[in-house]
């Protein structure tokens, strides 16, 4: 039973450019959340998400960031025309139903020169 | 803003030493989960707790649930290097996190 798939693991982007950051559930998990992380920081809430739905985009910001979950196949995090500020660690999480155990992936780090 | 506190923020200490570390909410948790990140990994569940007043072993860490379910703690006997890492709480209902105490446990 495979764990919670995220790809790439390392990204690298040059200031402008748009980041594609994957997440694959746990198998039979349909709830999926995304966080950033800093260096020495903990973990910051972006997104929640459900197949198909959005349930909670309060940490997103407003522009430039948009998140994803299709009927089949990944969750999808995208950052438009980045910036060197989105340099950082993002992982997601994925749970069978809502407060149920949630289970992280090893995240993507951006990195924008 | 970090809707959980955790404390210490950084505890650094000696190979054998006994250690607790925090976590507290204004709010009444539904449940709450711990996670150990290791640098460069992604957090990994420890323990969920659910009941106020419960208390759960995991060999040499034993975990603490509140009586009113506002906070939680994490006790580590004789901890080892390999122990090392950043501690997360998170509040099941919301998965929001706590800023983390980052353990460096010295050999």
């Known amino acids: 039973n495979a764990g919670v798939m995220q790809n790439p693991r390392h990204l690298v982007r040059r200031r402008g450019q748009e980041a594609r950051l994957r997440c694959s559930p746990m198998?039979?998990?349909?709830?999926v959340y995304w966080y950033r992380q800093l260096p020495e920081e903990g973990l910051k809430f972006m997104v929640y998400l459900q197949k198909e739905n959005i349930i909670d985009e309060s940490g997103m910001p407003k522009e430039r960031f948009s998140a994803e979950f299709p009927k089949e196949g990944p969750s999808i995090l995208r950052i438009q025309q980045v910036v060197r500020g989105d340099s950082a660690a993002y992982f997601c999480a994925s749970s069978m139903n809502k407060n149920t155990e949630a289970f992280f992936g090893q995240g993507t780090r951006l990195t924008v020169v | 803003t970090q809707l959980l506190e955790q404390s210490p923020q950084f505890l650094s200490i000696q190979e054998g030493e006994n250690l607790t570390v925090y976590c507290n909410s204004s709010?009444?948790?539904?449940?709450l989960q711990w996670y150990r990140q290791e640098p460069g990994e992604g957090p990994v569940l420890l323990v969920t707790v659910v009941t106020g007043g419960e208390v759960k072993k995991l060999k040499r860490l034993t975990f603490q649930f509140g009586d009113a379910r506002k906070d939680s703690s994490l006790h580590i006997t004789a901890a080892q290097p390999g122990d090392t890492g950043l501690y997360l709480c998170?509040?099941?209902?919301?998965?929001?996190f706590g800023a983390g105490t980052r353990l460096t446990v010295k050999p």
């Open positions: 709010s009444v948790f539904s449940s």
């Open positions: 998170g509040r099941n209902n919301d998965m929001r």
């Open positions: 198998k039979g998990h349909s709830h």
